[in-house]
């Protein structure tokens, strides 16, 4: 990290001070869950006496927040908005990560600006070539236990695997974090997911996150902040803590939290003793500062101050997943909502041509090390390409020292830089047309890492290089299946909790309306009949870091990896005139209808620009993936929900009458014919249809919404703040 050393103890003394003071916050009598006694402490402008719960809007002051290769962009929405200093620069790490593989003039000149930046407001900042972001903020202490910290990025549920509340925020939330410290964040539902029994040899944290994908594949956490707890826990390494909770993304949640204990405090132990070794002290030579955030007195004030969820603290819904049962699982293909137990998929041997070991979610040293021993006196497949990308220079580092590292390159593997790399689309090793490839990242979405008719699994270290040995998915052989449970589903229930309560989705109470914000929206309906619909769909992660790429071109290639006609459809439907009433309190567009967890995935906020670039001004669906719903609400798109209008429309037109095989003829994307009014001050919708109209309901959005839709989103919300105060 290029930190001047003059400020070390400064930085060591801000950070015991910030948790000490934080910890001994007074605690509130109405009982709260361990998420909410977090948010708690982190929570700013609260009136007085008032108990954070789930649901509630508050403003945050988080201890960190992190941003990576998308810090180009923050620092122009933070310049954009007038801003110009930073409002605490021990709150900000800088960390790139993501395209680290291009070397190309216009890539270095941005991590050269992105640099000098940091180093002119005095920012934490990781080079290119030191590791993922995510790994960094553990092994650095930025994500620690009892505290708050979020990131540029969907994955930052993995700090939940040491204790710390990790959540995703997006660019424009950086930037005004950046320019006032604070943002805006609703606490979520939250979730217990009680573990029991213990792993059986061979099977790995990997498998215990796959297989919730696949056997929790309802929707159970969408939205929720998740609570990990039970006997089984402690059996869990912190490794693979981590990789659980950094696919609690992949599951729908917003948060996943482990709880602080012994395990936990031991590795904070081992690792506080290689930290005080790393530092050469010696009788002769004094020793350096302690690091700044992993230390004795911030070890000792973790035993002294536990937190703990209170007993009749309230929780949506209660999961149980019993770990004795569970075998190893493969994800896939392209969708982590499908998992497959290993034995059963064994036996159709799919043939792969790719192989990766990459990643923030299973390339640390205990994943290395798996993989090694499993490839150890054996060959990569002659046809097969096995790309290794350690988390950090510190993990592969070590396994290095270790001689795992070389185990692998010795049997033909592929050695890639420290960074993201494949999991993003990036760089070299990508999918093409027509192959199959088994990975231990996290998202095996259509197109993700490379071409769209692709097919993707993802599985534990040790089968991924099993897989690239044998040339098709496979255990290792030294997986005993005589160890293993039977093959059948693992055993999993849901106790509906007493106190779990779901707000109504929409309500009977009308809406004041803020000058400046349309009494309706209206327009052409067109209807994608799909669930889960990611954010690569609608915005290909290969667009994502063109910094200057314009809002005209966003139109273009919009649902480009779902449906290459979409951007046409749209344009030629704003082309004809709306038969709907037009006045200026009107607001007219395309209305986007489509399934449940839309906008499900990355943190990438093109996915909503680029739809409100191409004249869509509200999109309905049965549910949002929250980190697009954010998305959506900072930029000025209207989100609705109506799961009535779904159904009908599914029902009409899609396939079979089910989401996923597009319309009755198979096309992606339905031109219904349909025109549709949204009333935003009573909710109510009309659908107008040759057949006639019929009425449906939604919520309508509240003041803080609206505001931003007429600011033109939280960067123009952020200047009139700016210019308020001055």
Known sequence: MNRLPTLRARRQQFAVLRFLATAATSRPTVPQ????????????????GRVVRAGDYVMIRPEHVMTHDN????????????????????????????????????????????????????IDFYPAGRGIGHQILIEEGYAFPYTLTVASDSHSNMYGGVGCVGTPIVRTDAAALWATGKTWWQVPRVIKVEFK???????????????????????????????????????????????????????????????????LLDWYERTLKKLEFSMFASKSIPPLPEHPRINRRRLDALRAMPLTSDSGAEYASHLHFDLSTLVPHVSGPNSVKVSTPLPKLEEARIPIQKAYL??????RVSD???????????????????????????????????????????????????????????????????????????????????????????????????????????????????RLPTTSAPSFHTAQTESGTVAPATSDMEE????????????????????????????????????????????????????????????????????????????????????????????????ATALKAAGIPVVVAGSFGDIFKRNAINNGLICLESPELVGDLTEM?????????????????????????????????????????????????????QELWICGGLEGYILKSIQAQV
């Open 71 to 122: 810090t180009g962009p923050v620092i122009s929405k933070f310049k954009s908005v007038g801003a110009t200093k930073i409002a605490n620069p021990r709150q900000l790490v800088f960390t790139l990560d993501h395209d680290v593989q291009n070397k190309s003039e216009k890539n270095l000149a941005k991590y050269l600006r992105i640099e000098q930046f940091a180093r002119e407001h005095d």
């Open 368 to 482: 290395i090390a798996a993989a090694a021993a499993v490839m150890k006196g054996n060959n990569v497949a002659p046809d097969v390409q096995f790309y290794i990308a350690a988390a950090s220079s510190v993990v592969q580092q070590e396994s290095e020292r270790l001689g795992d590292w070389d185990v692998l390159i010795a049997a033909g593997a592929k050695v890639l830089p420290a960074g993201c790399g494949p999991c993003i689309g990036l760089g070299v090793g990508l999918l093409e047309e027509g192959e199959t490839g088994i990975s231990a990242t996290n998202r095996n979405y259509k197109g993700r890492m490379g071409h769209p008719k692709a097919q993707a699994y993802l599985a534990s270290p040790a089968v991924v290089a099993a897989s690239a040995i044998k040339g098709h998915i496979c255990g290792p052989d030294s997986l005993d299946e005589n």
């Open 512 to 607: 004041s309306l803020l000058p400046g914000f349309p009494e309706s929206f209206s327009g052409h309906l067109l209807f994608v009949p799909q669930d889960n619909l990611s954010t690569d769909a609608l915005y290909p992660g290969k667009y994502t870091y063109q910094d200057d790429i314009t809002l005209e071109r966003q139109a273009e290639v919009v649902m480009e990896n779902y449906d290459t006609s979409f951007a046409g459809t749209v344009s030629s439907l704003l082309k004809e005139r709306s038969p709907l009433s037009e006045s200026a309190n009107t607001k007219h567009g395309v209305v986007l209808v489509s399934g449940y967890n839309f906008g499900t995935g990355s943190s990438r906020e093109q996915a």
């Open 197 to 263: 029994g213990k792993l059986s040899p061979g099977v790995t944290g990997k498998d215990v996150i796959v297989a919730l994908c696949g056997s929790f594949n309802k929707d159970e956490v969408l939205n929720a902040a998740i609570e990990f707890t039970g006997e089984g826990v402690a059996g869990l390494s912190i490794d693979d803590r981590l990789t659980i909770a950094n696919m609690t993304t992949e599951w729908g949640a917003l948060a996943g939290v482990f709880p602080v204990d012994q395990t």
């Open 33 to 48: 869950t361990l998420i909410e006694k977090v948010v708690q402490k982190y929570a700013v402008d609260l009136p007085a």
């Open 358 to 363: 990459v990643s923030c979610t299973n390339s």
């Open 653 to 705: 037109y899609a396939k079979d009458g089910r989401r996923g095989a597009g319309g009755r003829d198979g096309e992606l994307t339905v031109n219904t014919g349909h025109m549709i009014w949204l009333n935003m001050r009573d909710g109510n919708v009309s659908v107008n249809s040759p057949r006639g109209e019929k009425k449906y309901k939604v919520r309508p959005v509240g003041a803080s919404v």
